[in-house]
């Protein structure tokens, strides 16, 4: 599983980082054909006020790839909130195929 973190215009915090890597892990737990993880870390500007914080994660397994967008007031909780989310979305794609 190769993953990729992206962010958009500023520079993410090592301790950011790795709060990113050792929860998508917990991705290959729930499938074991996860190929690819992309993470994007975005800022909400409107009208040069950040606003919020967007976390975007797409998943590839074989024949699916999968998307969550979450945005709230910091990195930490919009990225716990839309994995929370990929889980929710891996475990039904894994039901899926074993049904």
Do not use: C, G, Y
């Amino acid at each position: 599983m190769t993953v990729n973190i992206h962010t958009v215009h500023f520079e993410a915090d090592s301790k950011l980082i790795d709060h990113i890597e050792r929860k998508v892990q917990k991705l290959a737990n729930q499938h074991d054909r996860v190929m690819k993880v992309d993470v994007f870390l975005k800022l909400d500007n409107i009208m040069h006020q950040i606003k919020d914080k967007i976390v975007e994660i797409r998943v590839k397994i074989p024949r699916k790839e999968l998307f969550v967008k979450q945005s709230t007031k910091s990195f930490e909780e919009s990225f716990d909130w839309a994995i929370d989310s990929m889980l929710v979305q891996i475990k039904r794609v894994k039901e899926k195929q074993l049904a």
